[in-house]
Nanobody, 125 residues
Framework: QVHLTESGGGLVQAGGSLRLSCAVSGRAFTSYVMGWFRQAPGKEREYVASIRRSDGRTNYLDSLKGRFTISGDNAKNTVDLQMNSLKPEDTAVYYC??????????????????WGQGTQVTVSS
């Protein structure tokens, strides 16, 4: 079984930074794309960012460009999300996700066949 485990969440004041990490465990697995979604209380799950293993191509939710940076380590099969200039509206549970193959658009949650358990990010005003 493939498991994705997030870490690095926590409580931070507005304007601060946080770095999330996602580690892969279980059976041998090489993703096509890995990324992050988030879900705030009472709101729908939202695409954050993704990175393609083959060439490192990245995509971001437009409103997060310039504040969030996704990166990957192919050797370790991990992906990180650096979050800067955090705002209260960034408060959410952040999920690490993976596509084993090109299953669909990166912004579509249905494209991902592996999900982590989520890590809470809380940004205070």
């Amino acid at each position: 079984q493939v498991h994705l485990t997030e870490s690095g969440g926590g409580l931070v004041q507005a304007g601060g930074s946080l770095r999330l990490s996602c580690a892969v465990s279980g059976r041998a697995f090489t993703s096509y794309v890995m990324g992050w979604f988030r879900q705030a209380p009472g709101k729908e799950r939202e695409y954050v960012a993704s990175i393609r293993r083959s060439d490192g191509r990245t995509n971001y939710l437009d409103s997060l460009k310039g504040r969030f940076t996704i990166s990957g380590d192919n050797a370790k099969n991990t992906v990180d999300l650096q979050m800067n200039s955090l705002k209260p509206e960034d408060t959410a549970v952040y999920y690490c996700v993976a596509q084993s193959t090109n299953r669909g658009p990166v912004f579509n949650s249905f494209s991902y066949d592996y999900w982590g358990q989520g890590t809470q990010v809380t940004v205070s005003s």
